[in-house]
């Protein structure tokens, strides 16, 4: 997937400021930065859930701003910063949610079993006839990842995934993403504020300032002491966990 030059003004005040990056088949991006950065205007841009003012969104090399909202849905899947979904659902009918950019309504034998697997994949078969909202956060969480994994998409966008959750289920949703990316062979794009998880469980960092990316590369790159507090201007401990990832205290 390619960014080039995105670009969103409310009013008079640019938002989303140039935003170009790139991010590899099967890895996983994390955009990191202070709430008002833009991050989810950004994402909102690439789902086409947001109208930019300029700039290019493509996919293999090709514009997706004129495909249909199904084709697009077939290719990229979204979890917005809220999700939510104002209706009574059980876990099931969420899940069959993500099967109708293929089936509309009516879901084949196939989409039952496309349903299944995506349940059992995140471990909610004993909850699957219960209501969402009768679900605890990490296991809401965990039913909506299982729709997003029902819309069977090469990319998979999710707008601040831990937000509201405790260490040990954010610990477990970062652990998930992961799983998309490795067994599954998803691309990934995160919003995160807990730096520490996006330089543990990520690939690449895009780390923005006031709309504009301020740093993009890998999370050995981007993830420095020098550069976070250089950009941010925040003390940062960095310590190296078996040579490779970091995590920060701060
Ligand atoms: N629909 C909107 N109308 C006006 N301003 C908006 C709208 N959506 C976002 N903004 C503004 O755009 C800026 C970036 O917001 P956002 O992308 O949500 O930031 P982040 O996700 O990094 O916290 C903020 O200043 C926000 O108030
Ligand atoms: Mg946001």
New binding site residues.
Partial sequence: MLIEGLT?K??D?T??DSVTFEIPKGKVLS?I????????????IISRL?ARDAGLVSFDGKDISKWKSRELAKRLAILT?SNNIQMKLTVRELVAFGRFPYSGNRTTKEDEEIIDKAIAYMELEEFQDRFIDELSGGQRQRAYIAMVIAQDTEYILL?EPTNNLDIYHATNMMKIVRRLCDELGKTVIL?LHEINYAAFYSDYICA?VD?KIAKFGTVEEVMTKENLSQIYRVDFEIQEIEGKPLSIYY
Avoid: C, E, H, I
């Avoid at 930065?33 to 909102?44: C, D, H, I, Q």
């Fill in positions: 969103k409310y009013d005040k938002v989303v955009l930065g202070p709430n008002g950065a833009g991050k989810s205007t950004v994402m909102g947001v910063q707008d919003v923005f709309g």
